[in-house]
């Protein structure tokens, strides 16, 4: 039997468990979602979001990508993050990073020429990269350098949500935390705890209603 053709039967076994372990649960998942979380996380198959947290589907509002990178350039990201505190209201916003990241990795070898979309990807890391070389120098092997790494990527997107205006000037101020996930023992680690943010409205600025806001989206969209 093929990997997807398998894929499909364990998803017949798995609603079929659900549904009788909850005959409700399907119909809740179908009225709606009410996340109180973000999770922004790296791509890698080995960090699920639900999975290493123990949550269920409804629990996360989630965007992964390599490395875990956030840029205010980047409207994929943005859209999650503006629709996660405008909409859904979420009360945290976690960056989780992990241990042995490929990309992290990439960012401290010479650039990949036959993955230019990686490269682009990853050339903020690189960056942040130069910009630590002291300590990174200081690591004692080639995983501690990657390690390191990790952790601070996870903390320069932390500090880059937390300076957007949609996570400053939200009504709810939600908190911005940084997490890493070791795959040695699949232990989270805290490294940046979620801080509340005091609301800087500018004058004349209102806090639109959920329902303006998907009108505005509409309109928008044509």
């Not at 009225?31 to 639900?50: F, H, M, N, T, Y």
């Not at 949609?166 to 908190?175: D, E, Q, T």
């Amino acid at each position: 039997m093929n990997r997807t053709k398998r894929m499909l039967l364990e998803n017949i076994a798995w609603a079929t468990e659900s549904a009788q372990s909850d005959p409700a649960f399907f119909d809740g998942l179908a009225l709606g979602q009410s996340p109180k979380a973000l999770w922004i996380g790296c791509s890698d198959s080995r960090v699920p979001a639900e999975i290493v947290t123990n949550c269920s589907p409804g629990d996360l509002f989630v965007h992964r990508n390599i490395a875990n990178l956030f840029s205010s350039t980047d409207d994929n990201v943005m859209s999650v993050l503006e629709y996660a505190v405008q909409v859904l209201k979420v009360q945290d916003i976690i960056v989780c990073g992990h241990y042995g990241c490929g990309g992290v990795k990439a960012a401290l070898l010479p650039i990949p020429s036959n993955l230019p979309h990686v490269a682009r990807r990853i050339s903020p890391l690189c960056a942040l990269a130069d910009a630590h070389s002291g300590e990174l120098d200081q690591c004692v092997s080639g995983d501690e350098q990657v390690n390191r790494l990790a952790e601070l990527n996870v903390m320069a997107q932390v500090r880059a949500i937390r300076a957007t205006s949609i996570v400053r000037k939200a009504a709810h101020s939600p908190s911005v935390h940084g997490w890493i996930f070791g795959l040695h023992d699949g232990r989270i680690k805290d490294l940046m705890p979620g801080e509340l943010h005091a609301r800087h409205h500018e004058a004349g600025h209102r806090v639109v209603s959920v329902r303006e806001y998907l009108h505005t989206a509409e309109t928008m969209a044509g």
